[in-house]
């Protein structure tokens, strides 16, 4: 069994920032990737960014430029650092990680950017 845990979401002001961390039970080299999603208010779940065991990211166009995915092995841990917050990415931030097609996700962190 595998647990994810994020941790570092909360309110924060149009243009602020703000660094999601997610912790893993076990070694995040056994991951195939991972990845933050996160679901708007009344929406549906979208990828946010993904990170390869080889360290190759991809992002949502949306968070392009403003966010950055990283990971740690030496405290298997998964970050996200977002900057220059908008409203629209309020939402519940997920950590996601998948294994030899088995997938995890964490509870999730809500991030709430006021106008």
């Known amino acids: 069994q595998v647990l994810l845990v994020e941790s570092g979401g909360g309110l924060v002001d149009t243009g602020g920032s703000l660094k999601l961390s997610c912790a893993a039970s076990r070694s995040i080299f056994v991951f195939d990737h991972m990845a933050w999603y996160r679901q708007p208010p009344e929406k549906q779940r979208e990828m946010v960014a993904t990170?390869?065991?080889?360290?190759?990211?991809r992002y949502a166009d949306s968070v392009k430029g403003r966010f950055r995915i990283s990971s740690d092995s030496a405290n298997d841990t998964m970050y996200l650092q977002m900057n220059n917050l908008k409203p629209d990415d309020t939402a519940i931030y997920y950590c996601?990680?998948?294994?030899?097609?088995?997938?995890?996700w964490g509870q999730g962190t809500q991030v709430t950017v006021s106008s």
């Open positions: 990170i390869t065991s080889r360290g190759t990211t």
């Open positions: 996601y990680a998948t294994r030899h097609g088995f997938d995890y």
